[in-house]
């Protein structure tokens, strides 16, 4: 994270690290995101294999879906 904060303050690019404990992933960080109005939000995938995904669901996935048009989604991994 401290890369993050460092490469962001380089640019000019506001960085906000947030951090959230939640049963529902995916709908915390769309709301938190058209919430806070971010610009882009930036999550990571897991290397989960593709049986776990099918069994409970991709968040990245779930994120895509719910968040609003207007916030940019980064996913990384």
């Known amino acids: ?13 506001w960085v906000l690290p ?18 806070m109005g971010v610009d882009f939000l930036m999550i990571g995938a897991t290397q989960r294999t593709a049986l776990a995904n099918l069994l409970s669901g991709s968040v990245a996935t779930n994120v895509a879906q719910q968040l609003p048009e207007s916030i940019r989604l980064v996913i990384y991994g």
Request: charged share 20%; net charge neutral; proline share 0%.
């Open 18 to 35: 947030v951090y959230a404990v939640s049963e529902d992933a995916a709908t915390n960080h769309s709301r938190s995101s058209a919430t």
């Open 1 to 13: 994270m401290s890369l993050m904060l460092k490469l962001g303050a380089e640019r000019g690019v």
